[in-house]
């Protein structure tokens, strides 16, 4: 059974930074997945879930969505199946649930991701 487990977020006040986390236990070959981070503010949809950054299997090929380039940068580190999201210069925008999930093609959009976590709550104050 697979299981994704996002951690890291909590309160934080506008320009300070954050480093999320996402641990993914039950896949062998995680080394084969592409991995996205999307957040969701409360209250929407699963639907309107925003892709914010992905990377591919090997880490050598990242997106950013354009709101966050140049603040975000997801890494990943295979010989731990975890992945990471380090957030600078934080805007209260950015408040949202952050979710991670797994693919095996990568992509921006929701239904290429076969593995998801609960998510991770980041609170943005101005």
């Known amino acids: 059974q697979v299981q994704v487990e996002e951690s890291g977020g909590g309160l934080v006040q506008a320009g300070d930074s954050v480093m999320l986390s996402c641990v993914v236990s039950g896949r062998r070959t995680f080394d084969k997945y592409a991995m996205g981070w999307f957040r969701q503010v409360p209250g929407k949809e699963r639907e309107e879930r925003e892709c914010?950054?992905?990377?591919?299997?090997?880490?050598?090929?990242?997106y950013y969505t354009d709101s966050v380039k140049g603040r975000f940068t997801i890494s990943r580190d295979n010989a731990k199946n975890t992945v990471y999201l380090q957030m600078n210069n934080l805007k209260p925008e950015d408040t949202a649930v952050y979710y991670c999930?797994?693919?095996?093609?990568?992509?921006?959009?929701?239904?290429?991701?076969?593995?998801w976590g609960k998510g991770t709550l980041v609170t943005v104050s101005s």
């Open positions: 999930g797994v693919s095996p093609f990568g992509g921006t959009t929701t239904d290429v991701y076969v593995d």
């Open positions: 914010v950054a992905t990377i591919n299997y090997s880490g050598d090929t990242t």
